[in-house]
């Protein structure tokens, strides 16, 4: 089945600087990846996904790149804000599995005021 | 009902005992999933169903069971509760479409004892 690696496991930035986080999957006919936002407590929420016939979509200070050759896939946030903090999940879609996803351990981001 | 709901919200049960976790969607989505959430290992993927009728295993199936008699509903199911099965349970539901994008419910806090 697909295995997806995601790091760092925590990432602390300043106010206003970049964070970027990355994810790599095993199964190259995965062809959908999303991103999803957790904020404490509360439920995992769809933030941006790019599939595999496109290299980088954004949407406003977020980003997501995808290299199938090398199989990976990052997060990118811009001007980071304290309202960013959360942990942040990649994930890939299962080809062999209808509309399975598998998810990555997730990133715990701090964004220090 | 506006979304994906779960019931109950938290619960503290014995080991040995039989639990039935609630998960309704009123968005007339053909598949669904139950997730775990635990610390450091992300969202794993129990159970899953594409469409009312059919249900298939996913990564740590184990002890759980569900059903799919309808659309809206996909309760998840253990039989003989054990310590090791203390979590935090997401529903999830999507379209058959080519979104792929995933709806959470809020969430179950079991405690097993």
């Known amino acids: 089945g697909e295995n997806v690696e995601q790091h760092p496991s925590t990432l602390s930035v300043q106010e206003g600087d970049s964070a970027v986080i990355k994810c790599t999957y095993s199964?190259?006919?995965?062809?959908?990846f999303p991103w999803y936002k957790q904020e404490l407590g509360k439920r995992p929420q769809l933030i941006i996904d790019?599939?595999?016939?496109?290299g980088e979509k954004k949407d406003q200070r977020i980003a997501v790149t995808l290299n199938k050759t090398a199989k990976h896939f990052s997060l990118h946030i811009t001007e980071t804000q304290p309202e960013d903090s959360a942990v942040y999940f990649c994930?890939?879609?299962?080809?062999?599995?209808?509309?399975?996803?598998?998810f990555g351990t997730g990133t715990k981001l701090q964004v220090i005021p | 009902i506006a979304g994906i709901t779960q019931a109950p919200t938290s619960q503290i049960l014995a080991a040995g005992r039989r639990m039935t976790l609630r998960c309704t969607q009123d968005?007339?989505?053909?598949?669904m999933y139950w997730y775990r959430q635990d610390l450091g290992l992300g969202l794993r993927l129990i159970h899953y169903?594409?469409?009312?009728?059919?249900?298939g295993k996913g990564e740590v199936p184990d002890g759980y069971s569900v059903s799919r008699a309808n659309t809206d509903d996909f309760p998840l199911t253990l039989a003989s509760a054990v310590p090791s099965q203390t979590s935090v349970y997401f529903c999830?539901?999507?379209?058959?479409?080519?979104?792929?994008?995933?709806?959470f419910g809020p969430g179950t806090r079991l405690t097993v004892l």
């Open positions: 790019i599939r595999s016939n496109v």
């Open positions: 199964d190259s006919a995965s062809n959908y």
């Open positions: 994930a890939a879609r299962f080809s062999g599995g209808y509309q399975k996803v598998t």
């Open positions: 999830a539901s999507s379209d058959s479409g080519q979104g792929g994008e995933q709806f």
């Open positions: 968005m007339r989505h053909n598949a």
């Open positions: 169903s594409n469409t009312a009728g059919t249900t």
